[in-house]
């Protein structure tokens, strides 16, 4: 399917009977961090802000970065990760993991954070009941990025994925990185002879011919308190760190005391005890439902799709790499110790019924997924800049389509976030207006023909925006943007 030209953007369904209502948190194209609330109105703008992704705090604190490392050097390294207050000042800072000496550039220190980090009280990074993170104190774990060589995995230099915790001074407390673990990870022969010739090499700059970015960890999180621990099952301890690599297909828990990998379903899904299942591919946001939410305790994830993984060639993968293929996504809840999907959402889920639908919930990259208190799913649908929330019947019950494109003219999300009213007290509760769902098939702008008719729709011209919706975003520095 092409992309279309002409789309609505901000909020486009709201039901405020059947949401889960409070701010949501994103990275907004190329203007900063940006807050919108259940109708599209951009609240507050962090301006210049980086979030990789970005995550508010109780008191209107968020964290994200203040710049990111020349990618003629490095992949998707952050040169911090930073707590700012409310109007933007830093009251919190980690650089020191790497001292860097990029040509051209003064040399510096770089955090090399990259797509996920958590701090201590709440084990996921989003709210949940009892679990508030702490802003004025405690450790941090950051998934990092590190150069190294393993000759068990091939002859190349490889980008590792080390996941630190730093306490709030910036020293590092625990580091645990997984090429020290490839034993651990599953890979049959044919994936290794596939990574030890191309670990999925990535070319830039002076890293002389390539890094390879053999696994692509995005994301990393307590496992948090939960019933299988509280049952007895040792691999759910609280403080152990689960983990996702999306080159990989694989999803697992780090053991934070002895650093075993103890739990783990990929990268071959056509084993037995997981051919259910079928094959995750390319996921990301793996994480366990916070205790205090429905669903606590299980494995959830956003399955994309889109390609990944490492064996035998076939006729889209003559060489074995990325051999795994899928054009649709998933959003996955599984019973970490029986493995039975207990819910899903897929383009059947939301209305498609022919299998060559499949496609139309389909984001091959970025992505997450949110468990909310009453029980709905806030969904990134990241690749088209389209965050929804669903209940457990899967009905759409809040819509919007990010207004904001980045320097590659798309409007990608990689990740966002839904948080309590309460947790921003600079603000007041905003009026929470329904937004009804448009009937797309008598929507027209004005001069187009209705169906069937050669007259023009009366409600081109009386409702260019969606009613209910905000049309013009105000920042603090009084300036105006179309929002929808």
């Given at each position: 399917?092409g992309h279309?030209?002409i789309f609505?953007?901000g909020?486009?369904?709201?039901?405020?009977?059947k949401?889960?209502?409070?701010y949501?948190?994103?990275q907004?194209?190329?203007?900063?961090?940006?807050l919108i609330d259940?109708?599209?109105?951009?609240?507050?703008?962090?301006?210049?802000?980086?979030?990789?992704?970005?995550?508010?705090?109780?008191?209107?604190y968020?964290?994200?970065s203040t710049?990111?490392?020349?990618?003629?050097?490095?992949?998707q390294?952050?040169v911090?990760?930073?707590?700012?207050?409310?109007?933007?000042?830093i009251v919190?800072k980690?650089?020191?993991?790497?001292?860097?000496?990029?040509?051209?550039?003064?040399?510096?220190?770089?955090?090399?954070?990259?797509?996920?980090?958590?701090?201590?009280?709440?084990p996921?990074g989003?709210?949940?009941?009892g679990?508030?993170?702490k802003?004025?104190?405690?450790n941090t774990?950051?998934?990092a990025?590190?150069?190294?060589y393993?000759?068990?995995i091939?002859?190349?230099?490889?980008l590792?994925?080390?996941?630190?915790?730093?306490?709030w001074?910036?020293?590092?407390?625990w580091?645990?990185?997984?090429?020290?673990?490839?034993a651990?990870?599953?890979?049959?022969?044919?994936?290794k002879?596939?990574?030890?010739?191309?670990?999925?090499s990535?070319?830039?700059?002076?890293?002389?011919?390539?890094?390879?970015?053999w696994?692509?960890?995005?994301?990393?999180?307590?496992?948090g308190?939960n019933?299988?621990?509280?049952?007895?099952?040792?691999r759910f301890?609280?403080d152990?760190?689960?983990w996702?690599?999306?080159?990989?297909n694989?999803?697992?828990?780090?053991?934070?005391r002895?650093?075993?990998?103890v739990?783990?379903?990929?990268?071959?899904?056509?084993?037995?005890?997981?051919k259910?299942i079928d094959?995750?591919?390319?996921?990301?946001?793996?994480?366990?439902?916070?205790?205090?939410?429905p669903?606590?305790?299980?494995l959830l994830v956003?399955?994309?799709?889109?390609?990944g993984?490492?064996?035998l060639?076939?006729?889209?993968?003559?060489?074995?790499?990325?051999?795994a293929?899928?054009d649709?996504s998933?959003?996955?809840?599984?019973?970490?110790v029986?493995l039975?999907?207990?819910?899903q959402?897929?383009?059947?889920?939301?209305?498609?019924?022919?299998?060559?639908d499949?496609?139309?919930?389909y984001?091959?990259?970025?992505?997450?997924?949110?468990?909310?208190?009453?029980?709905?799913?806030?969904?990134t649908e990241?690749?088209?800049g389209?965050?929804?929330?669903?209940t457990p019947?899967?009905e759409?019950?809040?819509e919007?389509?990010?207004?904001?494109?980045?320097?590659r003219?798309?409007?990608?999300?990689y990740?966002?976030y839904?948080?309590?009213y309460a947790?921003v007290?600079?603000l007041e509760?905003p009026?929470?207006q329904?937004?009804e769902p448009?009937?797309v098939?008598?929507?027209r702008v004005?001069?187009?023909?209705?169906?069937?008719s050669d007259s023009v729709?009366?409600?081109?011209?009386?409702?260019?925006?969606?009613?209910?919706?905000?049309?013009v975003?105000?920042?603090d520095e009084?300036?105006?943007?179309?929002?929808n």
């Amino acid at each position: 399917m092409g992309h279309s030209t002409i789309f609505p953007t901000g909020a486009t369904v709201y039901n405020p009977n059947k949401a889960w209502s409070g701010y949501t948190v994103f990275q907004a194209g190329e203007e900063g961090v940006v807050l919108i609330d259940m109708n599209g109105k951009e609240v507050h703008l962090w301006k210049g802000l980086l979030g990789f992704p970005a995550k508010i705090f109780p008191g209107g604190y968020v964290l994200g970065s203040t710049g990111r490392r020349d990618p003629k050097f490095g992949i998707q390294d952050n040169v911090d990760l930073v707590q700012v207050d409310w109007d933007g000042n830093i009251v919190w800072k980690y650089n020191s993991y790497e001292h860097i000496e990029d040509p051209g550039y003064e040399p510096l220190w770089y955090a090399r954070q990259h797509h996920d980090y958590q701090r201590e009280g709440n084990p996921v990074g989003y709210f949940a009941p009892g679990l508030e993170p702490k802003v004025d104190g405690g450790n941090t774990l950051i998934l990092a990025h590190k150069n190294i060589y393993n000759h068990q995995i091939s002859d190349k230099q490889l980008l590792d994925d080390t996941i630190i915790e730093v306490d709030w001074e910036g020293n590092v407390v625990w580091e645990w990185a997984p090429n020290e673990h490839f034993a651990e990870l599953g890979f049959d022969e044919a994936a290794k002879n596939v990574l030890f010739r191309d670990p999925n090499s990535r070319s830039f700059g002076n890293l002389g011919g390539g890094v390879g970015d053999w696994l692509h960890i995005n994301s990393a999180s307590y496992v948090g308190p939960n019933k299988f621990y509280d049952a007895g099952d040792e691999r759910f301890h609280p403080d152990n760190v689960i983990w996702d690599a999306r080159e990989a297909n694989i999803i697992a828990i780090t053991d934070k005391r002895t650093g075993a990998i103890v739990w783990r379903i990929g990268p071959d899904y056509s084993l037995p005890e997981l051919k259910h299942i079928d094959w995750i591919i390319g996921q990301h946001h793996a994480h366990i439902i916070p205790k205090g939410l429905p669903g606590e305790g299980n494995l959830l994830v956003f399955d994309n799709g889109g390609w990944g993984g490492y064996g035998l060639p076939n006729p889209s993968s003559p060489f074995g790499q990325k051999n795994a293929l899928r054009d649709y996504s998933r959003i996955l809840e599984i019973n970490p110790v029986t493995l039975e999907i207990e819910w899903q959402y897929t383009a059947a889920e939301a209305g498609f019924s022919v299998p060559t639908d499949s496609y139309k919930f389909y984001s091959p990259y970025i992505s997450s997924a949110q468990r909310l208190p009453n029980g709905n799913t806030l969904i990134t649908e990241g690749s088209n800049g389209r965050l929804f929330e669903v209940t457990p019947e899967h009905e759409l019950v809040w819509e919007y389509i990010s207004p904001y494109n980045d320097s590659r003219n798309t409007n990608m999300v990689y990740r966002s976030y839904r948080v309590p009213y309460a947790w921003v007290p600079q603000l007041e509760k905003p009026v929470e207006q329904a937004i009804e769902p448009i009937d797309v098939t008598q929507f027209r702008v004005p001069g187009a023909a209705s169906k069937g008719s050669d007259s023009v729709v009366s409600v081109a011209t009386t409702l260019p925006f969606v009613e209910g919706a905000a049309c013009v975003a105000t920042t603090d520095e009084g300036s105006s943007r179309k929002a929808n």
